[in-house]
């Protein structure tokens, strides 16, 4: 061969992608589902069911077009089983000119690249992944001089950069966040959209009874698997979100309820990430239907948030903290996770709601993974890896450069504040107002102390008078720990008891 070897990773589905913009004939794609990459965590069946099935229908697509695919299925007798002795082995069977890759999404990937020239003994181009709105050197450069360190400062400058939901030089609607709108409790009798499921085609089918052989026993159901494994069909989840639900995402984002696992949210993050939707062409069809009229400023406004703002931002924050990032623990937090997390018993219903639908769906909603798994594991002091391990396990959308920040420095503050300026802890009230979880519950959300007492009430009060000394300097937490300084102390001992009782108890 004197062509070049382009390799294209699980979650770099996208027929734009850089590494593929000037294929010429004679190159050969190399696409490879290996060992590692299935097992480095106890993914969640549908989790690999969804990016081996999309794997598969990504190279079918590039043969239509005439690319010529080397594909190695994950039973192939001679697999190795990890990417780097994928690409030894395809070096050898097509002796090319060079290689040709799209950086990749991980750092532990990142690092192994960087052998690939030595080890392969050929030039090795490493292009930037464009699918982003901000790269990581621009990442670096705008947030090095501090002034936009914050994720809303941040995004402002993304919105003037991309030019989206702005009027002039200014945010449209004449301001650049409408949160305020956007916490309203669900009221009754609201009319819910349906989720689009998929029915797997052949070669899903195929998938999932690869998936079920070998990873059946992993936690996770792969019965109601129906996510899009095709850029078409993901391209129809998007268009069914825009019309049937986006209208409504902003007012109610933050709610909950009961036995209603998606609300009015996107479910598109498993497409954004491994490529088959890209963020630009997302956030554009969002603001196309603002200007149409079709959904409110609000909610467009909330939605391209979470994609132009927090999306980017925890990626930036990724690749300029890494690999240093993850061995924080700025609150000394080691408990054992739990093992309700990985589906046992618990009878606190909020956190049974949310594995539940983590179990059978892959997924859970913003709100439900920060203020309920997260902010338990936080007020809990729960070992930061072992609650990573466990998010970059359970969701279809799990990757470690949008996980590790989200749960490290979002959920668990183990950065010390890089990412957020404080800890997102809250006492069963939160859960109360956004969620009708409380009312058939066995705990009692209006006891703040005993054996009956919602847990999230003594566990919120505790974890502020153990890490009092790390905290109570921070100037968002003032307020908090004012009210903290007026409890007596005796119940300050009642608290510390009923979460001593609790954590050494076999409650949860
Ligand atoms: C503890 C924790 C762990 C998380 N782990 C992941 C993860 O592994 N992968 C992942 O994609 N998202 C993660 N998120 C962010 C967010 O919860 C999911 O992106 C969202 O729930 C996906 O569902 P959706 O597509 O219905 O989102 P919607 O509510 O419809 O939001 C639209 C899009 O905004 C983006 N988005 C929203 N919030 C964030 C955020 N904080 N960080 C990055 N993107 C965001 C997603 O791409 C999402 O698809 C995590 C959040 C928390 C609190
Ligand atoms: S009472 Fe407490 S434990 Fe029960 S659902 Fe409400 S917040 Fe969760």
């Not at 090795?124 to 990442?139: L, T």
């Not at 902003?250 to 209603?260: L, P, R, V």
């Not at 909020?350 to 993974?369: D, K, L, P």
């Not at 007026?486 to 108890?505: H, T, V």
Request: hydrophobic residues 40%; glycine residues 10%.
């Amino acid at each position: 061969m004197t062509g070049t070897l382009r390799p294209v990773l699980g979650d770099q589905l996208t027929h734009g992608l850089a590494s593929l913009a000037d294929l010429a004939e004679g190159d050969v794609v190399l696409m490879a589902e290996v060992g590692d990459e299935t097992t480095y965590v106890p993914h969640h069946p549908q989790k690999i069911a969804l990016i081996l099935s999309a794997m598969r229908h990504f190279a079918a697509e590039l043969r239509e077009r005439g690319v010529t695919v080397d594909y190695v299925p994950l039973d192939d007798p001679e697999n190795s089983h990890s990417l780097s002795g994928e690409l030894a082995r395809a070096v050898a069977r097509h002796r090319p000119e060079r290689i040709i890759a799209t950086e990749p999404g991980e750092w532990r990937v990142w690092e192994r690249m960087g052998d690939w020239e030595s080890d392969l003994d050929l030039p090795v181009e490493i292009r930037d992944d464009d699918r982003f709105y901000c790269s990581r050197s621009d990442f670096a450069a705008l947030t090095a001089g501090n002034k936009t360190g914050r994720m809303e400062y941040f995004y402002r400058e993304m919105r003037r950069r991309s030019g989206l939901l702005m009027e002039g030089d200014g945010p449209a609607g004449g301001t650049w966040n409408f949160d305020k709108q956007n916490r309203k409790r669900l009221p009754k009798g609201l009319d819910l959209p349906h989720r689009m499921r998929f029915r797997p085609d052949a070669v899903t089918q195929e998938v999932l009874t690869l998936v079920a052989d070998r990873f059946g026993g992993n936690f996770g159901d792969l019965d109601g698997f129906g996510w899009a494994v095709t850029r078409a069909d993901a391209l129809r989840a998007l268009r069914h979100f825009i019309s049937d639900a986006l209208p409504c995402f902003g007012d109610y984002q933050d709610a909950m309820k009961a036995g209603e696992d998606f609300l009015f949210h996107g479910l598109i993050s498993p497409y954004l990430n491994i490529g088959l939707l890209t963020a630009a062409e997302v956030c554009e069809r969002a603001e196309a239907a603002w200007r149409d009229g079709q959904a409110p400023l609000n909610a467009v406004e909330g939605f391209v948030r979470q994609i132009l703002g927090w999306r980017e931002f925890v990626r930036g924050i990724y690749w300029t903290e890494m690999p240093g990032y993850a061995d924080s623990n700025f609150l000394n937090a080691g408990r054992d996770l739990p093992w309700m997390y990985w589906g046992g018993e618990t009878d606190m219903r909020c956190m049974a709601e949310v594995i539940g639908t983590t179990r059978r769906n892959a997924y859970a909603h913003h709100i439900q993974r920060l203020m309920v798994t997260g902010n338990f594991a936080l007020l809990a002091g729960i070992a930061p890896r072992q609650i990573e391990e466990w998010y970059l396990a359970v969701y279809a959308d799990a990757f470690d450069w949008v996980e590790l920040p989200n749960v490290h420095g979002m959920v668990m503050h183990a950065d010390g504040g890089r990412l957020g300026s404080k800890p997102y802890a809250a006492s069963g009230a939160y859960i109360d107002r956004m969620s009708d979880y409380c009312g058939r519950c066995r705990y009692d959300l209006k006891q703040k102390t005993g054996p009956d007492a919602c847990p999230f009430n003594y566990l919120y009060w505790n974890f502020l008078i153990e890490n009092e000394d790390k905290l109570r300097d921070n100037r968002r937490m003032s307020l908090i720990y004012g009210n903290l300084a007026k409890k007596d102390p005796e119940e300050r001992a009642a608290i510390m008891r009923s979460a001593r009782a609790f954590l050494d108890g076999d409650d949860w």
